[in-house]
């Protein structure tokens, strides 16, 4: 039986969960710890942007969502760079990745397409098509990142059909393991309060925005959300952040947020123990059988284990101290 919920009806979220890819058990996880730690984050995140303009010399109000950075944390990036950058933070997790997606912007599937939803969409032949929007930020090559780990995961060879992509949950995974790689490679060769500023932006996003959108989706006051998810933070007065694709696919905004959660720390481990790369490679070869919870066992960890997603608050973490040290 369906039940009413605000705006979003959900019918049987145990089904819903089912049909994203993430295990009912593995949600109730990773909703008590971000409930934990998504304000930790918060609070940090606030408290680097605030610092940001102090070191301008400026006082600033507590941040609101998408509250822009002084102009010495932005950088302009043009197309033939954010190509570049993408590419070679999808092969920061091995390097077939890599190839596959220089592939993909070799044979002219990656394009920029202003008035569409940044996407991924398969080929009938060769890899698949990728389509991002072009601002000039590092947001276009951190979203290129993203759809080429989807086009990494789609990709079969040169001349056969795109595959399908997995579940939700386990294509979000690869695209966000894509984006921890942008990360790392920006840190290297761009501009060090940039790339600070970035990481923070996408880590408020996921582990703090999008569980907050989630408690939101499951009912609620907004008000008490943000006061509850992002202390520090002025994103009560604002509108609740209802989307089109969470009224479209109920507890999608979940499973963005557990994908992240599990990317960072498999981009983490792979960092620091390469044999975890062609571990992960094999996962991602599955292609529509890559499920998000054999995803966390490459980390020795069960999906439902709290001790998965705490650890990767506490990677946010350190990444929100290293970005304050720049201010």
């Known amino acids: 039986m369906g039940q009413e919920n605000q705006l979003f009806p959900l019918v049987n979220a145990r089904e819903r969960l089912a049909a994203i890819g993430v295990p009912a058990t593995a949600a109730e996880a990773f909703r008590a710890v971000a409930l ?28 609101r969502w998408r509250a822009p950075w002084p102009e010495s944390w932005r950088e302009a990036i043009d197309w033939s760079r954010a190509r570049k950058l993408a ?27 202003q008035d569409l939803v940044p996407h991924t969409r398969p080929s009938r032949l060769g890899p698949p098509h990728v389509f991002v929007r072009f601002d000039g930020t590092s947001e276009t090559p951190l979203m290129l990142a993203h759809e080429l780990g989807h086009a990494a995961q789609m990709s079969l060879c040169a001349w056969g059909p795109s595959q399908p992509a997995p579940l939700l949950a386990g294509s979000e995974t690869a695209a966000h393991v894509a984006e921890r790689g942008f990360h790392t490679v920006y840190a290297r060769l761009g501009a060090p309060r940039a790339a600070a500023a970035r ?16 408690a939101l989706e499951c009912g609620g006051a907004w008000s008490d959300i943000c006061m509850a998810y992002a202390p520090g933070l002025a994103w009560a007065a604002d509108p609740p952040p209802f989307t089109a694709r969470a009224r479209a696919e109920p507890l999608s905004t979940l499973a963005y947020a557990m994908a992240a959660a599990v990317a960072i720390m498999l981009h983490h481990r792979i960092e620091r123990e390469r044999g975890l790369a062609d571990a992960y490679l094999r996962w991602v070869r599955l292609g529509p059988q890559a499920r998000f919870e054999d995803a966390a066992a490459l980390l020795g960890l069960a999906a439902d284990d709290p001790t998965l997603y705490m650890c990767a608050y506490d990677a946010a973490m350190d990444d929100m101290r290293r970005a304050r040290q720049l201010a």
């Open 36 to 63: 934990v730690r998504a304000p930790q984050v918060a609070r940090a995140y606030a408290e680097v942007h605030n610092a940001a303009f102090a070191a301008e010399g400026v006082a600033s109000l507590p941040p």
């Open 199 to 214: 990481v923070a932006e996408d880590l408020l996003a996921m582990l703090v925005r999008h569980p907050a959108r989630d």
């Open 87 to 113: 590419v070679a933070a999808v092969g920061q997790a091995h390097p077939d990745l890599g190839a596959r997606a220089r592939a993909v912007v070799a044979m002219g599937r990656a394009r920029v397409a």
